[in-house]
């Protein structure tokens, strides 16, 4: 008896009885079928969004920034908020494929691709804000290492802001290869099923002519590998990166050395949360249930309690370190955060990231899927106040009481924000319909050891004595074995 | 590029393929290649193949993009044009370490997947023969190369003795070319 034997301890990752050609089915077939009423709501509302937003960003671009609400004390507002929102909810579907794949998480399989994916389109979204912040965004090449008309002048190499340009164009295209690696077979899992001509081109374009050999797949296992060794200390690097924006300059409130691994827990935290948002109302659309299960949606929660603490040990920690500093701008800036005219901010943040994903302690409330999907939404408005605290409020009281100011968003502002909004969801209703949001051949390659049908036929191993169980192991290990090195 | 004649079986489980591979290479017939649907952990052991230098590339594509991004700052702030950023050193390392690390990162990850795609002979617009539509789906399929000297029926007659659950022979192009997937080509004609 040939076994792959995994605890019963551990929930399976796939319900119900499959096969191969079953979850081929299961995945496949919602990307031949027509899409339902909800899909062309959805869609046409994303679509909607997006071209508000092109309008709004259009709006901004003919009459100058002006028409933002931000001023000289506060030059970065909304956009640069959202812009850092936009990447941390990106880190999540990296740290799934990557770090995950490292630490040999089975859970990641089901969630990956659609991690993945969320985290392509979060970063496009990302992008758009410190391109269009720069007023003048014909010159946005500027950035690029480029001699530029002036003569050879080139870009400041030891910026931060510079650091950015790369950081982030060096993650969307890693992110971008990663996924796509790992779509090629399932492309051609497509195109062999087609029946229609349109498909069969289509995806045969797509599957770039993959077969699957043998070699391809020992040397797409390798590609993965690496390209997971990569991806992590770049996604970690990435939003540290975003986090020197801040940390390297002189602004009390910024110019602290707790940002980077700071930041880096917080994107995860809110990347887990866009993840949950999308894949539960995924799971439910195209029935993907016994896929994406409860088990799943729970791992992620436990992520979700784990890095909220670790921001709101962060925040602590910046409050006792103003204090331990004794320095006058630092302790005021703080004080001022909490109790300033921006005090709805600082609580908005302390309530939605450190209390209430505490509940998820109670596993009652982990296996929820409502609870699941409100937290999920909480956590990012939770997010989303971080960076605007972060922003607005270490800025708005500078070192000239003369200069303070208060800032509040404009409409094109918040027109480019939904627009993202917008672009975000036309690209994920794209994927939802078109793409397999899950990893067909890498449920394949985990069915039949963590599969409910195969783990069901094990039951008989785990009442076993331990002769029994040695003897039984033994001997499909030695069938195996004869195999492999005969 | 060449047209060749193939005896193809099919297998629906993993545990029938490895005794299969098995006996195929022992019984002296040309193995051509096995196609399966996921990556199957040991066939490579079984068919005897080399583990893969790709990341061996990746290495070197990394060490690249370290010595790009160096030499390219390094040339840019100490000779081509040395600004002076408040009093900072011209040649200030520490400061260039982000866009070092990315460009590290950015070189080794699209060289390794150039270079995948050209050795597994990838690209949008390759065609290859599939020999069974559903080996992406649920079959594992081993093929064997056939020439003059060799047998149809005992080929077809061998690989039914190792378990497959379904055989055939085709006449295919053995390697890629440009096409369209949704083409029928005129050797496939031949195996109607």
């Known amino acids: 008896m040939h076994i792959k034997y995994e605890s019963?301890?551990?929930?399976?990752?796939?319900?119900?009885?499959?096969?191969?050609?079953?979850?081929?089915?299961?995945?496949?077939?919602?990307?031949?079928?027509?899409?339902?009423?909800?899909?062309?709501?959805?869609?046409?509302?994303?679509?909607?969004?997006?071209?508000?937003?092109?309008?709004?960003?259009?709006?901004?671009?003919?009459?100058?920034?002006?028409?933002?609400?931000?001023?000289?004390?506060?030059?970065?507002?909304?956009?640069?908020?959202?812009?850092?929102?936009?990447?941390?909810?990106?880190?999540?579907?990296?740290l799934i494929s990557a770090i995950l794949l490292l630490f040999r998480q089975g859970w990641r399989t089901g969630v990956n691709r659609a991690a993945e994916a969320m985290t392509i389109f979060a970063v496009m979204c990302a992008g758009q804000f410190p391109i269009w912040h720069m007023g003048r965004v014909w010159d946005a090449f500027w950035v690029l290492p480029l001699p530029n008309s002036r003569g050879p002048l080139w870009p400041n190499f030891d910026s931060p802001l510079l650091w950015d340009v790369f950081a982030i164009s060096t993650y969307f295209t890693v992110s971008l290869l990663f996924w796509y690696s790992g779509l090629v077979p399932d492309f051609a899992l497509i195109r062999d099923r087609a029946k229609t001509k349109f498909r069969k081109m289509a995806y045969g374009l797509a599957s770039f002519g993959w077969t699957g050999t043998a070699k391809n797949w020992q040397r797409q296992e390798a590609l993965a590998l690496v390209l997971a060794g990569l991806s992590t200390p770049l996604v970690l690097s990435v939003h540290t990166i975003v986090s020197f924006d801040f940390?390297?300059?002189?602004?009390?409130?910024?110019?602290?050395?707790?940002?980077?691994?700071?930041?880096?827990?917080?994107?995860?935290?809110?990347?887990?949360?866009?993840?949950?948002?999308?894949?539960?109302?995924?799971?439910?659309?195209?029935?993907?249930?016994?896929?994406?299960?409860?088990?799943?949606?729970?791992?992620?929660?436990?992520?979700?309690?784990?890095?909220?603490?670790?921001?709101?040990?962060?925040?602590?920690?910046?409050?006792?370190?103003?204090?331990?500093?004794?320095?006058?701008?630092?302790?005021?800036?703080?004080?001022?955060?909490?109790?300033?005219?921006?005090?709805?901010?600082?609580?908005?943040?302390?309530?939605?990231?450190?209390?209430?994903?505490?509940?998820?302690?109670?596993?009652?409330?982990?296996?929820?899927?409502?609870?699941?999907?409100?937290?999920?939404?909480?956590?990012?408005?939770?997010?989303?106040?971080?960076?605007?605290?972060?922003?607005?409020?270490?800025?708005?009281?500078?070192?000239?009481?003369?200069?303070?100011?208060?800032?509040?968003?404009?409409?094109?502002?918040?027109?480019?924000?939904?627009?993202?909004?917008?672009?975000?969801?036309?690209c994920y209703f794209l994927f939802a319909k078109y793409f397999p949001v899950i990893a067909v051949s890498e449920i394949k390659f985990v069915l039949k050891t963590s599969g409910d049908n195969y783990k069901r036929k094990m039951a008989a191993l785990e009442e076993a004595t331990a002769e029994e169980f040695i003897h039984t192991a033994h001997a499909g290990h030695e069938e195996e074995h004869a195999v492999v090195h005969h | 590029?060449?047209?060749?004649?193939?005896?193809?079986?099919?297998?629906?489980?993993?545990?029938?393929?490895?005794?299969?591979?098995?006996?195929?290479?022992?019984?002296?017939?040309?193995l051509h290649d096995i196609y399966t649907p996921f990556p199957v952990h040991g066939l490579d052991v079984a068919m005897g193949l080399k583990e893969t230098d790709l990341h061996i590339a990746g290495f070197i594509y990394g060490l690249c993009g370290t010595s790009t991004a160096v030499g390219f700052i390094s040339w840019i702030y100490t000779s081509d044009w040395a600004i002076n950023y408040g009093g900072k050193p011209h040649f200030a390392l520490p400061a260039w370490i982000p866009v070092t690390f990315e460009l590290t990162v950015l070189f080794a990850a699209v060289g390794m997947v150039l270079t995948f795609c050209y050795l597994n002979q990838i690209m949008p617009g390759v065609k290859k023969h599939v020999f069974h539509p559903r080996q992406s789906d649920d079959l594992f399929v081993i093929a064997l190369e056939l020439n003059d000297h060799v047998s149809e029926t005992e080929a077809i007659a061998f690989l039914k003795s190792t378990g497959a659950k379904e055989t055939s022979v085709q006449v295919a192009e053995a390697s890629w070319w440009y096409g369209r997937w949704d083409k029928a080509e005129e050797y496939e004609a031949l195996n109607a």
């Open chain 1, 247 to 426: 940390a390297t300059s002189v602004i009390p409130g910024w110019h602290t050395t707790i940002f980077p691994p700071y930041f880096v827990a917080g994107a995860v935290f809110s990347g887990f949360a866009m993840v949950n948002t999308l894949l539960v109302i995924t799971r439910k659309i195209l029935h993907l249930e016994e896929y994406i299960t409860i088990g799943h949606l729970e791992a992620m929660n436990k992520v979700i309690v784990l890095t909220g603490s670790i921001v709101g040990i962060a925040y602590l920690t910046e409050l006792f370190i103003s204090w331990y500093s004794q320095s006058w701008g630092e302790m005021a800036a703080f004080q001022w955060r909490i109790m300033g005219p921006y005090w709805w901010s600082y609580w908005a943040m302390m309530t939605c990231n450190v209390v209430s994903p505490q509940l998820f302690w109670v596993k009652k409330l982990r296996r929820n899927i409502p609870f699941t999907f409100i937290m999920s939404i909480v956590v990012n408005i939770g997010m989303w106040f971080e960076r605007f605290v972060i922003i607005v409020t270490s800025t708005y009281r500078d070192w000239v009481p003369g200069s303070w100011a208060y800032y509040s968003p404009q409409w094109p502002e918040v027109g480019f924000y939904l627009g993202t909004f917008g672009l975000f969801f036309t």
């Open chain 2, 1 to 30: 590029m060449a047209i060749k004649k193939f005896a193809v079986a099919a297998y629906d489980d993993e545990e029938v393929l490895f005794p299969a591979v098995h006996k195929v290479r022992h019984s002296g017939y040309k």
């Open chain 1, 8 to 94: 019963f301890v551990r929930e399976p990752l796939v319900d119900g009885d499959k096969d191969y050609h079953q979850v081929s089915e299961d995945i496949v077939s919602p990307i031949e079928g027509k899409p339902g009423r909800m899909w062309y709501v959805g869609f046409f509302f994303s679509i909607a969004l997006l071209l508000f937003g092109i309008f709004s960003v259009s709006w901004s671009v003919y009459w100058g920034l002006g028409t933002w609400g931000v001023n000289r004390t506060i030059g970065w507002g909304w956009d640069i908020t959202n812009f850092v929102w936009w990447v941390g909810i990106g880190h999540a579907g990296t």
